[in-house]
C-alpha cells in the first residue's frame, strides 16, 4: 500500500469548545489508483488531505491516530522529515488557483520550486528544460512563454494546471488535489478531470481527488470514500458506491446530482 | 468569568487607552473654567522651580505655573487638532463622495488636485499658508485643515466607488431615489468604520502637526500657551530645568498614545 | 515601460502645477519686488516705475512662464531681505538637509527591517509584545520632542556631543557626522516605530494567504517561505510608507533643524517666513516640492518592479 490511514482523528482547539473535524478515519490508498473522497462542507475531507500533506497547523490542534506513507509515518513526524516528503513524494493542488500562486513570481520560477528544494544538484538547464516539459505535459499553449509570465496574466483554469505542473515536478508517488475544480468553469472543469486521468495513467501516480461534485469522482475515480461531519460513512468501488448504496447519506448524495440523464 | 468576558470584550490596550483620553479630556475640560494659576502672571521668585506641591509640574523662566500653562497648552492644541479635522472631514466627505460616486472629469480633474496637495507634506503646506497669511491659531487651523483634506477625500471616494457599484444602491436609483439622498443617507453611513478611523489617525497627525508649528513658533503665539512653544522654550533651560521639556513632551505624548491605542482598539 | 512613461508624465505635469499653485500663491499676496526694494512709504510714481522696469506689470502667466524658466536653469530669484541671489543662500544649505534626510533614511530602514520581521516570525511571542508596546509609545512622540530628550541624554548626561555645537562639512566631515547622527535618530526613530508595525502586520497578513501554504506543501522550511516568498509581497505597502517617509524626512528635518541648532534649510526657511522674503520662500517650497515628487515617483517605479501586476493592469 502507498497509504495507509489508521483511525485518524483531527480536533481544533482554538476556540472555547473543542472542535472534531476528523474522526476515527481509516482507509488506505494503493498506488497508481485514483481515490475519491466525497461530502459537504465541513465533513473532514479537506483536513484529511491537510493532514496527509503535512499542512495542518502546529498549534491548537489534537491529532491521533496513523498516517503511514510508504510505511513512514507522517502524522507525527518532525517538520524536516515531513518536508522531505512534501513536494518530492507527495504534491498537492488546491482550491483556489487564482490565490494558490505567488503573484509577484514568475511562473517558471514556482514550477521549478519543488526541484530547487529536493533536487539541488540539478544544473539551471535541466531545472528549466523540466519545467517547461511539465508546463507542456498538462497541455499549457506555448508553455517556453508561459513559463516567463505572472500568475495574474493567467486565467483560472491555466493557474490550475500551473499549480499541477509544479506539483508534478519532482514526480510524486501521490498527488492530493483537494477540491481542485470548484473554483473553475464547468467545461474546465472537465478538462482538468481528464488530465488528472491522463497523468495518473502516463506518471503511474496516485491521485487523491477530494471533490463534493459526485459527477465528477464518478467520473474519475476507481474508488470512492464518503465522509460526513468527520465521519467515514462509506467506502467501496466507485460502481458499488453508485449502484448500491448502504448508506442512506450516500443516498441522499447521490439523488442530490443534478442528472440531464434523468430528463432525457 | 465575568472579568475574563470583560477582557476579550476590551483588550488590554483599549481599556489603557480609554483611561489615558478620558483623563486628558477631563484635564481639558477643566482647562476651560479652570487653572491652578492665571497662565501669564509672572512670578520672578520662583522662575524654573522645580516640580513641588504648589507647582504640580514646576515654574517656567518667568516663573509661571508649568501645570496651568500645560492644560491651556493641551486646551489649543486640542481644539486646533479638533477644528483641522472637522475641516479635513468635512472637505473630504464632499470632494471623496461626489467624485466616488460620479466618476467622470469632475472625478479627474479633482483628484489630480489632491494628488498635488497630497504630495505636499502637511508641515509644508501650513508654512506656505502662514507666510502668506500670517501665524496665529486660526490661520494654523486653516492650513492644516486644507492640508488634511486629501486624505480624507481619497478614502471616502473609494468607499464610494466600492458602494456605489453594490446592488442595494443599484436597486435604490432604479426606484428614483435622489442623487443627493443616496450619496448622504444610502452610501455615507456606511463609510463610518473606515472614516472614523482615518478621523483618529487624522487627529493624532493634528496634534503633532500643531505641536510641529507652534514649536517652530509659527502657531498660537505668546504668551498664550501651547505645548510646541513651550518645548521650544524649554531647551534653554533643559540642562537645569528638564522637567519644563519633560511635562509638556509627555502631554503630547498621552494624548496621541491614548488616541492611537483607542483606534487600534476600535479596529480591533 | 509605458507604466515609467506614464508615472514621469505624471510626475511632470504635478512638477508643473505645484509650482504654478505656489506662483500664484506669491503673486496674489499684497507686496512685490519693487515695494521691497523701495520700502512701504514711497511716491506711487517711483513705485509704478520700478514695477514696469522689473516687468512686474506684465501678464500673470508671461511671469510666471518667465519665472519657471529661470527656476529650471538654477536662477531662483532675488531675496528682498538680503538682496542675494536665492540660489547662493540656498546651495551651501541644502547638503546638510539632505544628508540628515537620507542619514534618517536608512538608519530607519536599516533597524525596522530586521525588527519588522523578527516580530513578525515571532508574532505573539514576549519580544514581540514587548517590541508593540514601545512602538505604540515611539509612535506618539513628536520627534523634535525626541531630539530634546536625545540632546538631554546623549548630549547632557553622556556627554557624547556637545548640544549646539553644529560643524559644518566644509571644515571637518567627521566631526559633521558625528554631531548629525543624534539628530537623525531622533528623526528615525518615530518613523522605525510606523514602519515596524507596518511590516510586521503585513508579514503576519500575507502570511495567511493561499500562496503560503502552496510554498510549504513543496518542501519549504519557514524561512525559505519567509524570505522568497512572503517577504517580497509584505514589502509593497512598506514601500510605498517608506516613499511618503523620505519625504517626511525632508521636512521634518526642518523642524529638527531647529532642535539641534543646525543651520539648513529650515533654517532660511523659517527666518524668511518671518521676514517676509518670499522669493526665498518660493524658492525653498518649490525645491522640497520638487524633491517629493521626484522620490514618489521612484516609489512608483520600484513598486512596478517589484509588484509585476501593476505594469499590464489598467491603472
Not at chain 3, 500562496?211 to 524570505?227: F, M
Request: neutral net charge.
Amino acid at each position: 500500500m502507498l497509504l495507509e490511514i489508521k483511525d485518524l482523528s483531527i480536533e481544533f482547539h482554538d476556540h472555547d469548545v473543542p472542535e472534531r473535524v476528523v474522526h476515527d478515519v481509516s482507509f488506505s490508498l494503493a498506488e497508481g489508483e485514483i481515490l475519491g473522497i466525497v461530502g459537504e462542507s465541513g465533513s473532514g475531507k479537506s483536513m484529511t488531505a491537510m493532514a496527509i500533506a503535512g499542512l495542518l497547523k502546529r498549534h491548537d490542534v489534537e491529532k491521533k491516530g496513523t498516517i503511514l506513507f510508504e510505511g513512514t509515518e507522517l502524522l507525527h513526524a518532525s517538520r524536516a522529515q515531513l518536508r522531505k516528503v512534501q513536494g518530492n513524494d507527495i504534491g498537492i493542488i488546491f482550491q483556489e488557483p487564482m490565490t494558490s500562486l505567488n503573484p509577484v513570481k514568475r511562473i517558471g520560477w514556482q514550477v521549478e520550486e519543488s526541484l530547487r528544494i529536493h533536487r539541488p544538484d540539478m544544473s539551471k538547464e535541466e531545472r528549466r528544460h523540466r519545467a517547461i516539459t511539465a508546463l507542456s505535459d498538462v497541455e499549457l499553449p506555448n508553455p517556453e512563454q508561459v513559463y516567463k509570465k505572472y500568475p495574474h496574466e493567467l486565467s483560472g483554469g491555466m493557474r490550475q494546471r500551473v499549480m499541477i505542473a509544479s506539483a508534478m515536478i519532482c514526480e510524486p508517488k501521490l498527488l492530493i488535489a483537494d477540491e481542485p475544480t470548484t473554483a473553475l468553469d464547468v467545461t474546465i472543469q472537465l478538462q482538468i478531470v481528464k488530465l488528472l486521468q491522463r497523468l495518473n495513467k502516463e506518471k503511474k501516480m496516485a491521485v487523491l481527488f477530494i471533490s463534493h461534485d459526485l459527477s465528477l469522482v464518478k467520473r474519475l475515480c476507481d474508488r470512492i470514500i464518503v465522509m460526513h461531519n468527520g465521519d467515514l460513512v462509506e467506502q467501496g468501488s466507485a460502481q458499488e458506491i453508485f449502484e448500491n448504496p448502504k448508506e442512506c447519506y450516500t443516498k441522499e448524495l447521490i439523488d442530490a446530482i443534478p442528472r440531464l440523464e434523468k430528463l432525457v | 468569568m465575568l472579568m475574563k468576558s470583560f477582557r476579550k470584550k476590551y483588550p488590554p490596550n483599549f481599556v489603557i487607552g480609554a483611561v489615558i483620553t478620558v483623563v486628558m479630556l477631563l484635564l481639558i475640560l477643566m482647562s476651560f473654567f479652570y487653572t491652578p494659576y492665571d497662565i501669564t502672571k509672572m512670578d520672578s521668585a520662583s522662575k524654573l522651580a522645580a516640580p513641588s506641591f504648589r507647582h504640580l509640574m514646576g515654574c517656567d523662566n518667568f516663573g509661571r505655573d508649568i501645570f496651568s500653562r500645560v492644560l491651556k497648552g493641551m486646551e489649543n492644541t486640542f481644539v486646533i487638532a479638533f477644528l483641522t479635522v472637522v475641516i479635513g472631514t468635512a472637505g473630504g466627505v464632499l470632494i471623496g463622495a461626489f467624485t466616488g460616486y460620479f466618476g467622470g472629469w469632475l472625478d479627474e480633474v479633482l483628484m489630480r488636485i489632491i494628488d498635488v496637495v497630497f504630495a505636499f507634506p502637511s508641515i509644508l503646506l501650513a508654512l506656505v499658508f502662514v507666510s502668506i497669511f500670517g501665524t496665529g491659531r486660526y490661520n494654523v487651523v486653516a492650513a492644516l485643515g486644507v492640508a488634511f483634506i486629501p486624505s480624507f477625500a481619497r478614502i471616502v471616494r473609494s468607499e464610494f466607488i466600492k458602494y456605489r457599484e453594490m446592488d442595494y444602491v443599484k436597486s435604490a436609483q432604479l426606484a428614483g431615489v435622489g442623487r443627493l439622498r443616496i450619496i448622504f443617507v444610502h452610501i455615507l453611513p456606511n463609510t463610518f468604520t473606515v472614516l472614523m478611523s482615518s478621523i483618529m489617525i487624522g487627529f493624532n497627525n493634528a496634534v503633532l502637526a500643531e505641536a510641529g508649528m507652534s514649536y517652530l513658533g509659527i502657531g498660537v503665539q505668546p504668551p498664550d500657551a501651547s505645548l510646541g512653544s513651550m518645548l521650544s522654550e524649554s531647551q534653554t533651560y533643559l540642562f537645569s530645568a528638564p522637567w519644563y521639556a519633560v511635562f509638556p513632551g509627555l502631554m503630547i505624548i498621552l494624548l496621541v498614545l491614548g488616541f492611537s491605542l483607542l483606534a487600534d482598539g476600535i479596529k480591533a | 515601460m509605458k507604466y515609467g512613461l506614464k508615472k514621469f508624465v505624471t510626475m511632470l505635469i504635478t512638477i508643473l502645477c505645484i509650482s504654478f499653485l505656489v506662483y500664484l500663491a506669491f503673486d496674489v499676496i499684497p507686496g512685490d519686488a519693487a515695494l521691497a526694494a523701495l520700502g512701504t512709504d514711497v511716491e506711487p510714481e517711483r513705485l509704478a516705475a520700478l514695477r514696469e522696469e522689473m516687468g512686474l506689470n506684465r501678464p500673470f502667466l508671461e511671469r510666471y512662464f518667465d519665472w519657471l524658466l529661470s527656476f529650471v536653469t538654477g536662477d531662483f530669484g532675488t531675496s528682498y531681505k538680503y538682496n542675494l541671489p536665492v540660489a547662493d543662500m540656498i546651495v551651501s544649505k541644502l547638503p546638510v538637509t539632505v544628508i540628515m534626510a537620507l542619514i534618517s533614511f536608512i538608519i530607519m530602514t536599516a533597524v525596522s527591517l530586521p525588527v519588522g520581521i523578527y516580530t513578525a516570525k515571532h508574532s505573539g511571542g514576549r519580544i514581540d509584545r514587548v517590541i508593540t508596546v514601545v512602538n505604540q509609545i515611539m509612535m506618539s512622540v513628536p520627534h523634535f520632542f525626541m531630539g530634546i530628550i536625545i540632546t538631554y541624554v546623549f548630549g547632557m548626561v553622556f556627554k557624547l556631543f556637545t548640544p549646539g555645537g553644529f560643524v559644518s562639512y566644509e571644515t571637518d566631515i567627521a566631526g559633521f557626522l558625528s554631531y548629525i547622527i543624534f539628530p537623525c535618530i531622533a528623526i528615525a526613530l518615530p518613523k522605525i516605530a510606523m514602519s515596524v508595525k507596518l511590516l510586521r502586520g503585513s508579514c503576519v497578513g500575507e502570511a495567511k494567504k493561499d500562496y503560503v501554504r502552496t510554498a510549504y506543501s513543496k518542501g519549504n522550511n519557514t524561512n525559505k517561505v519567509l524570505y522568497r516568498h512572503v517577504l517580497k509581497n509584505a514589502m509593497i505597502p512598506v514601500i510605498t510608507l517608506w516613499g511618503m517617509m523620505l519625504a517626511d524626512m525632508l521636512v521634518g528635518s526642518i523642524v529638527i533643524e531647529q532642535v539641534f541648532n543646525i543651520p539648513g534649510i529650515g533654517r532660511i526657511l523659517l527666518t524668511s517666513i518671518s521676514y517676509r522674503d518670499y522669493p526665498v520662500v518660493e524658492a525653498i517650497i518649490v525645491l522640497i516640492a520638487f524633491v517629493v515628487v521626484v522620490t514618489n515617483f521612484c516609489v512608483d517605479i520600484i513598486y512596478g518592479i517589484i509588484d509585476p501586476r501593476i505594469n499590464v493592469g489598467a491603472e
